[in-house]
């Protein structure tokens, strides 16, 4: 990924900037011009809590290259309180036990290294709270 | 609009097929089509490929396969929706002949994926980059997430998963063209490797090289080609939120709903009209999710379908005679024409030991990605 592509993510990797559609009302993470469910325009930006509940969730056990000495480890999709959702690694436990339901804080992570010149990228992964 | 049919059809066997190239593979199908109907021309080539840039660094297969196949100079282009490509060149094709703009259409679908790509990579580039792939997801891993939605919602087993490999290998096991000629039992699906929790390597379709062809022209000339002809009556396409992340449930395919109630309106039919079909079990809960959005099965029934023998064959709707994708292979731009083909084969009462006795309607459904895109097709015999 070269260095562009990374530095225009970063206001969601980095901040979990969102935005909340003045017209329905829905959370869109990372933001967008258009809302998905309303076709709005018109957003307030807002930054999700580093924090949620998991929705649905796996253990990868065969990763891509450049995860698989992280292998077996836990993803999940989590909801955050504002209701915006995101895909994340669950880490600092054992992966199964990261299930629906589980409360996870989302901590600020280097998620992998791009390309020869091994760039740092990164993001947030979800800890179990408690 | 025109009534279409198709007159031809021709396949590759799927698998790793090492002796032949991505064109190699498309021209021993497109030629078999030609030549089962007859034809020796045709108006408009569309080729079903998700990712020949990927895999074999092929781009613009439209013209290299007219080019293989002696027809350079006709239309040709490539389409592209991940893993229902082949379907979606087929309702393409459908468009096309319908609205009269030309004749006759060879679609055909076509993937090598054996020539050393990094296949999970190219097969993650379905996904969506910026917010799955970036951190670490597979498309197992994708699936895995539906299944485990599907099981705390439903109570789906990790047994009832393992019926639909079982159940898709036994049909599988009698297709000459199958990847996979083999049974397998719930033991050795339960016992294969992990993959992405709850998924095991046997609920999964393997990585596959193959091709598939059509031929269609409209009703009234179907003639000239066969006194067999199959009617497309039914083609719905419909598309859902890219990531997974952003359906608010993550184990309902609501592409797949869409598609299907766009193809039976068109098709003047009911899930209860179908006897024959072949859904995208690319992962044994794919199966499971698309039975129910699809309405052929209720909704929250179709795990137990696969187990009780009603989507067997000799069952109450047998599904994925041809195997599936899980047992006859799954090179993804080809699939979505390989399950035509099945359906065909079924309508003209040409399956062999895999024949559904009397089947008259019939009909395919091919999904892109963990479910953003889904076309379905439904056919009848003429």
Known sequence: ????????????????EAARCQGCGGVTFPARTICPAC?????????LSRKGKVVTSTVVHVGPNEFQMEAPY????????????????????????????????LEFRLIRREGH?????????????? | MREVAIVGAGMTRFGEIWESSLRDLFVEAAAGALSSAGADHVDHILVGNM????????????????????MAGVAAARVESACASGGMALNMGFMAVASGFVDTVLVAGVEKMTDGADVTNVLASAADQETEVYHGITFPGLYAMIARAHMAAHGTTEEDL???????HKHGAMNPKAQFRSEVTVEQVLQSSMVAEPLRLLHCSPVSDGAAAVLLCPLDQARNYTDRPVKLIGSGVATDAMALADRKDPAFLAAVEKSSERAYKMAGVTPKDIQVAEVHDCFAIAEICCLEASGLVEKGQGAKAAASGETS?????????????????????ATGVAQAIEVFEQLRGESGERQVEGARIGLTQNMGGSGASSVVHIYQGV
């Open chain 2, 162 to 168: 393992a019926w639909v490999a079982v159940k898709n």
């Open chain 1, 117 to 130: 010149g091994g760039i740092l990228c990164y993001g947030h992964k979800g800890v179990p709270v408690g």
């Open chain 1, 39 to 47: 076709r709005g325009t018109e957003f307030e930006t807002l930054y």
């Open chain 2, 313 to 333: 064959l000799g069952g109450r709707i047998p599904v994925n005679t041809s195997g599936g994708l899980k047992s006859k292979g799954h090179p993804v731009g």
């Open chain 1, 74 to 105: 836990a993803m999940a999709v989590v909801e955050t309180p504002e209701g915006g959702r995101l895909m994340v690694q669950v880490v600092d436990c054992e992966p199964s036990d990261v299930l629906p339901g589980l409360e996870v804080s």
């Open chain 2, 51 to 70: 990712s020949g840039g990927q895999f074999v660094g092929q781009e613009h297969l439209g013209p290299l396969m007219a080019d293989h196949l002696g």
């Open chain 1, 1 to 16: 990924m070269p260095s562009p592509r990374y530095w225009r993510e970063k206001a969601n990797r980095f901040h979990l």
